[in-house]
């Protein structure tokens, strides 16, 4: 059964970076890659970061139920495709979803064993320099996802672990790290067990 592992965290938290360093360390990782009605930002491109479609072609693939999860958040529409799900069963892969804290409660409702991660930045001032470091958004901007990431934080107890995002580096050794025992954890009961209980004239439950 694969893993499904859920990062979430304010924007500028240094999430996305985390998250790609992680993908290029672990072949076994496949990661969803949303779909937004938002424009690309910077460099991005189609396929790379999101999957950038239309309001109207967003509204209706809800409509069709073809969304694990999906929020509305700063104007603009997100969300996961079964797809990925479906496509990390068949390989025997693990699923990594980087999503916000709605997005990732719809989607605890559907997968409750997914595994949840929330990344923060070491304060609001640093949190603030980074988004300004990225020269990507206006002042009102700015100020509404500073807003935006006070109400975030308030959700982080409700996640199985927290990062706190002194240095990149560290954050992903252990970011790999949850993943590693998160997997030795749910493979305990496996059939492999079966002839070690037996030889204790044991079965599994």
């Known amino acids: 059964m694969s893993a499904v592992f859920i990062v979430s965290a304010p924007s500028g938290s240094g999430k996305s970076t985390i998250v790609n ?26 396929g790379e970061s999101y999957h950038y479609i239309s309001r109207e ?5 809800i409509g069709r139920d073809e969304f694990l999860e999906w929020a509305r958040v700063f104007e603009n529409y997100y969300g996961t495709h079964r797809g990925y799900w479906d496509r990390a ?6 699923l990594l979803l980087d999503i916000d804290v709605q ?26 320099q980074r988004l ?5 958004d206006a002042e009102e901007v700015i100020q509404k996802r500073l ?8 959700n982080y107890k ?15 050794h252990r970011l790999r790290s949850i993943i590693e025992a998160e997997r030795i954890r749910r493979k ?6 079966q002839p070690i209980l037996e030889s204790f004239g044991m079965e599994m439950d």
Do not use: C, W
């Open 21 to 46: 360093r992680t993908l290029a360390l672990d072949p076994k990782l496949l990661f969803s890659k949303s779909y937004t009605t938002r424009a690309p930002r910077g460099k991005e491109r189609e």
């Open 57 to 61: 072609d967003f509204e209706a693939r």
């Open 89 to 94: 069963q068949a390989a025997g892969n693990d």
């Open 103 to 128: 997005g990732a409660a719809q989607l605890r409702e559907r997968i409750p064993d997914a595994v949840t991660i929330f990344v923060l930045a070491p304060s609001r001032g640093i949190l603030e």
């Open 132 to 136: 300004r470091s990225r020269g990507e």
């Open 147 to 154: 807003r935006g990431a006070a109400e975030e934080i308030r």
């Open 158 to 172: 409700l996640y199985d672990y927290v990062l706190i995002n002194h240095h990149v580096e560290e954050s992903v």
């Open 188 to 193: 305990r009961m496996e059939p492999s067990m």
